[in-house]
């Protein structure tokens, strides 16, 4: 399938669209195959993978996009937050230890097994904001979950 895209440009706007030769990509199973085939390599740069070879592509800030958060009990009648990631079908975990802030006070947090960055939407940002305290010092933010508190990173990037 990536081979067929070899000759077309792709790309990940800031709010986690995808487009192939600037027609905006919408299909759930095509989507799905793309992020079953997206890797981060180290330098930063995003690309396409499979056996054939590695095609890159044009992502604005992040491929990831959160949608949707969500506080719950687990199994053991503990907190967890879960998470929809735009375009994808399966909800995830968050991990609170990754949650960071970055430039014009984006959220973050790391995503598809902590493998990559994903951006919080402003409706997620919003559903998150209702978990956020802010420090005795006035001076940072965190998340408590089961008795436990999260500080978010501030970070530049």
């Known amino acids: 399938m990536i081979e067929e895209l070899d000759d077309g440009h792709i790309q990940v706007d800031e709010n986690g669209d995808w487009f192939y030769n600037g027609a905006r ?4 199973e095509i989507l799905e195959a793309l992020y079953e085939k ?3 390599l180290p ?3 995003y690309v396409l993978s499979d056996f054939n070879g590695r095609w890159p592509i044009e992502v604005a800030d992040t491929a990831f996009v959160v949608s949707r958060v969500d ?3 687990d199994e053991a009648g503990g907190e967890r937050i879960r998470i929809g990631l735009k375009n994808i079908s399966r909800y995830e975990f968050l991990d609170p230890a990754t949650l960071r802030t970055g430039k014009d006070n984006v959220l973050y947090c790391r995503a598809a097994g902590g493998r990559f960055p994903a ?3 402003r409706p997620a940002y919003y559903q998150l904001a209702e978990f956020i305290g802010e420090d005795e010092s006035g001076q940072g933010f965190f998340i408590e979950l089961g008795g436990k508190r999260y500080p978010i990173k501030v970070s530049e990037q």
Do not use: N, T, Y
């Open 71 to 73: 506080r719950e009990r």
């Open 25 to 28: 990509l919408f299909r759930p």
């Open 119 to 121: 951006r919080f939407s």
């Open 43 to 45: 330098s930063g740069e």
């Open 38 to 40: 997206l890797e981060l």
